[in-house]
């Protein structure tokens, strides 16, 4: 396999010449330029940004590892990434990893051969190890990931556990005492930290944790949809559901009112994300706002501080974005609470 030196040596022209010529600079003379091009096809020679050579060459590319595209919440997000990256000159390559381990090396072992100067991965499935290697190879940016002692992973992420804990003094402050909980998938720390701060906000309000007030989702409307089925059959039904998610708590009060029960009069219905497909349904979604295109813009900002300024270097490489409550229809008084706000 043909090297830049052959390149070099077969043009009869420096290193630098041909490392110009590939990374598009116009100090080159036309004849020398022309002499590499020659070169290049006569020995099969194919660029490639990540060769030891030209390792500290910059491409312009990053790569986006998205979780899934069918969630509203990653467009928003990913928009932040691209209208930033775009100020800044770069091309963000979009890969959809569907939460599969698997799929999501691949995507990323295809972003490295292409050269991109760095990765932003969203709710990662691979491990601290292999994110560990993976951050030795190329800059990189975490989302949502759980910061250990001395983490070195670069990290931005939305403080979830705030937010639950928003949306539940809500609900206990307008009189819920039954209060059930759609939890997401596991595999990400917000989702695995979700029912931990469920459970510590009903004990802070000296409430009874319930089990059968806990179901598990996949973030998807139908399984919002198929949990509050499962709370509607019970003998004590709950007066508010708390979803992990909009689209599930839209799931939800579709299910309810199926059964012809009434939201909020009869049961509250509350979600986390402010997509706005929340303003859509009917009642309009009580939800919890998370800055999704802010942590996207943020996340680039942050990877560009580690292509820059080097890995591992200055502050601020573990941010925080927080949360707020947005209350809209789904959610009012438990019944014969109406002074609940008094407690």
């Known amino acids: 396999m043909a090297t830049v030196k052959d390149v070099a040596r077969e043009a009869g022209v420096s290193l630098g010449t041909v490392s110009n010529v590939l990374n598009g600079k116009g100090s080159v003379k036309p004849r020398n330029r022309e002499k590499v091009y020659e070169a290049m096809k006569k020995l099969g020679f194919h660029y490639n940004m990540t060769a030891s050579a030209l390792r500290t060459k910059t491409t312009k590319n990053i790569g986006l590892i998205l979780p899934t595209i069918i969630n509203p919440f990653?467009?928003?997000?990913?928009?932040?990434?691209?209208?930033?990256?775009?100020?800044?000159?770069?091309?963000?390559?979009?890969?959809?990893?569907?939460?599969?381990?698997?799929?999501?090396?691949?995507?990323?072992?295809?972003?490295?051969?292409?050269?991109?100067?760095?990765?932003?991965?969203?709710?990662?499935?691979?491990?601290?190890?292999?994110?560990?290697?993976?951050?030795?190879?190329?800059?990189?940016?975490v989302e949502d990931w759980e910061n250990g002692d001395g983490d070195l992973l670069p990290s931005v992420n939305i403080d979830g556990a705030m937010g639950i804990i928003q949306g539940m003094n809500t609900l206990v402050q307008y009189g819920h005492r039954r209060i059930a909980f759609i939890a997401g998938l596991t595999e990400s720390y917000s989702g695995r930290s979700g029912i931990n701060v469920y459970k510590e906000s009903l004990e802070a309000w000296k409430i009874p944790f319930r089990q059968e007030y806990i179901a598990f989702g996949?973030?998807?409307?139908?399984?919002?949809?198929?949990?509050?089925?499962?709370?509607?059959?019970?003998?004590?039904?709950?007066?508010?559901?708390?979803?992990?998610?909009?689209?599930?708590?839209?799931?939800?009060?579709?299910?309810?009112q199926s059964r012809g029960i009434q939201v909020p009069d009869a049961m509250s219905v509350m979600g986390i994300d402010d997509i706005e497909m929340g303003l859509l349904c009917t009642p309009a979604l009580t939800t919890i706002h998370q800055p999704k295109y802010e942590v996207g813009a943020e996340a680039f900002r942050l990877l560009?501080?580690?292509?820059?300024?080097?890995?591992?270097?200055g502050d601020n490489r573990q941010v925080t974005l927080g949360t707020r409550i947005v209350m809209r229809d789904s959610v009012t008084y438990a019944r014969g609470c109406r002074d609940a706000w008094s407690i």
């Open 304 to 313: 560009m501080r580690e292509i820059k300024e080097g890995k591992g270097r």
């Open 74 to 141: 990653y467009p928003d997000l990913a928009r932040g990434v691209e209208d930033e990256a775009r100020k800044a000159g770069f091309t963000v390559f979009l890969c959809n990893s569907d939460r599969d381990k698997d799929k999501e090396q691949e995507y990323i072992e295809a972003l490295l051969s292409k050269g991109v100067d760095g990765i932003i991965l969203l709710k990662p499935q691979s491990g601290r190890e292999q994110l560990t290697m993976l951050y030795e190879r190329t800059a990189l940016v």
């Open 218 to 256: 996949d973030y998807s409307w139908k399984s919002g949809l198929s949990a509050a089925k499962k709370f509607l059959e019970l003998d004590e039904p709950p007066t508010a559901i708390f979803a992990s998610n909009d689209m599930m708590a839209i799931g939800a009060i579709k299910a309810i």
